[in-house]
């Protein structure tokens, strides 16, 4: 079947300013070098007043204090939170295929280079820090750096996860951090399979504190329904990458399956989940996600009301959406389209889906990514240096108060 792709080779450096921690080689695999380079990466400077322990994380001297970990979907770790601010602004420019953004318990975030497979911090206000590359990472089309998800206790444990597609599959790795050093980078999910197209390669930790991962077909759409693969899936492991407890199918990290390439995923408040999925040339999707559901792909795409399929709660033309990144947040889940160079809004009750609203269309080209700030705009990261048609300070990761976008 052909492909609908979402790559390209281009490569823009952003205007980093340098990390302030001392940096540790790793090596684990291969960089821009080639097969057998290596990595490096510094901590991040947290806020010693988020919480954190002496001495675990580069001192915070310019950052601002206070802070609570990232919305929603991840338990905070912090004692305090930001005043909510009221205006939109541009966090950050000039960034170079970037993938992903999780917020650290300061309210400052972490965002992926896909290409470069670099990590970055950034806070509202300063330049982005480059926190070095990520060692093992082998990128190409749509495969690289994707996916961070910051562990909910990290004031005490100091680790964050990253998907990474390495020499020969895609994986999530484990990096923990002490005393403003990388200690640890360790893969704890490995064998998911990879391919130029159709990696998945979101993170996110849901509400009951397990880490959710969501991966793709790579290309062989039977994977989706082989539940001994992990592609085409929804996983939910626990911190180690082992199955998490009450997973639906007994020593298996499947969660649900039958799926093409979820980028997305968020929760409700009441603890409902909700994926984006890219179809193939005729419907993208929103799915309400139950354990142990098949929805579908490669049998049916869409809504087919077709007896043990899951139908989506919406579906879009490809045109319109090729969906990424999405965010719960006042009653609505807000999604980022890549194609459709929109952010869609689209109100959820009960597990029901209200008319959607198109916001944003054409304003800023591809939109990847969509996550809840702590401080309560909505944090969208633009995708035009990977494919489409850049402007002169692409990529961009912008704010935006929820008011702002109707």
């Given at each position: 079947?052909?492909h609908?792709r979402d790559?390209?080779?281009?490569h823009?450096?952003a205007?980093l300013?340098?990390p ?7 090596g684990v695999g291969a960089?821009?070098?080639?097969p057998?380079a ?5 901590a991040?400077?947290v ?6 322990s002496p001495g675990?994380t580069?001192?915070a001297?310019?950052a ?5 970990s990232?919305?929603?979907t ?5 004692p305090s ?5 009221p205006?939109?602004?541009i966090v950050a420019?000039?960034?170079?295929v970037p ?7 300061d309210?400052s975030?972490?965002v ?5 497979a670099?990590?970055l911090?950034?806070?509202d206000?300063r330049?982005?820090v480059d ?10 089309g ?11 206790a990290f004031t005490s444990?100091?680790?964050?996860f990253l998907?990474?597609?390495?020499a020969?599959d895609?994986?999530?790795?484990r ?6 050093r990388?200690?640890s980078?360790r ?5 998911i ?9 979101r993170?996110a930790f849901?509400?009951d504190?397990y880490l959710?991962v969501?991966t793709?077909?790579a290309?062989?759409?039977q994977r ?8 085409g899936?929804?996983l ?5 990458g082992?199955?998490?407890p009450g ?8 969660w649900?399956y ?5 980028q997305?995923?968020a929760w409700a408040?009441?603890?409902t989940m909700?994926a984006?999925?890219?179809?193939q040339n005729?419907?993208d ?7 142990g559901?098949?929805?579908?792909w490669?049998?049916?795409e869409?809504?087919?009301g077709?007896e043990?399929y ?14 990424s ?7 609505a889940?807000w999604m980022?389209a890549?194609?459709g160079?929109?952010l869609w ?5 009960g597990?029901r ?6 916001l944003?269309h054409?304003r800023y080209?591809?939109?990847r990514?969509?996550v809840?700030a702590p401080d309560g705009r909505l944090?969208?990261l633009t995708n035009?240096?990977a494919r ?7 990529d ?5 108060p929820?008011?702002?976008l109707?």
């Amino acid at each position: 079947m052909p492909h609908r792709r979402d790559a390209s080779s281009g490569h823009r450096r952003a205007g980093l300013v340098a990390p302030v921690a001392l940096a540790v080689v790793l090596g684990v695999g291969a960089c821009s070098g080639g097969p057998g380079a290596e990595g490096s990466l510094t901590a991040p400077v947290v806020s010693s007043s988020s919480g954190s322990s002496p001495g675990t994380t580069a001192p915070a001297t310019s950052a601002p204090s206070g802070g609570t970990s990232s919305g929603p979907t991840s338990p905070s770790a912090s004692p305090s939170s930001p005043a909510l601010s009221p205006r939109r602004s541009i966090v950050a420019r000039d960034l170079d295929v970037p993938w992903s953004t999780a917020f650290l318990p300061d309210g400052s975030a972490l965002v992926t280079l896909r290409d470069r497979a670099h990590l970055l911090q950034v806070r509202d206000g300063r330049p982005p820090v480059d926190l070095g590359r990520v060692g093992g990472v082998v990128p190409g089309g749509e495969g690289g750096l994707l996916g961070v998800a910051v562990s909910p206790a990290f004031t005490s444990d100091h680790t964050v996860f990253l998907y990474t597609t390495a020499a020969q599959d895609n994986r999530v790795v484990r990096v923990t951090f002490e005393g403003g050093r990388t200690t640890s980078q360790r893969a704890i999910l490995t064998g998911i399979p990879k391919a130029r197209n159709h990696n998945g390669g979101r993170l996110a930790f849901g509400p009951d504190g397990y880490l959710y991962v969501t991966t793709g077909d790579a290309g062989r759409t039977q994977r989706a329904q082989d539940r001994s693969s992990l592609g085409g899936k929804i996983l939910r492991v626990t911190r180690d990458g082992k199955p998490a407890p009450g997973n639906p199918f007994p020593g298996s990290p499947v969660w649900s399956y039958g799926h093409r390439n979820v980028q997305g995923i968020a929760w409700a408040p009441d603890g409902t989940m909700y994926a984006s999925e890219f179809g193939q040339n005729t419907w993208d999707e929103l799915n309400r996600i139950e354990p142990g559901r098949d929805y579908g792909w490669p049998v049916v795409e869409g809504r087919v009301g077709r007896e043990g399929y899951v139908d989506p709660l919406l579906q879009w033309p490809t045109s319109d959406a090729s969906p990424s990144g999405i965010a719960w947040a006042d009653g609505a889940v807000w999604m980022a389209a890549l194609r459709g160079e929109s952010l869609w809004r689209i109100p959820v009750s009960g597990g029901r889906a209200g008319d959607p609203q198109r916001l944003l269309h054409g304003r800023y080209g591809r939109l990847r990514d969509a996550v809840l700030a702590p401080d309560g705009r909505l944090w969208v990261l633009t995708n035009n240096t990977a494919r489409g048609t850049p402007a002169a300070d692409d990529d961009k990761l912008l704010a935006f108060p929820l008011r702002d976008l109707g």
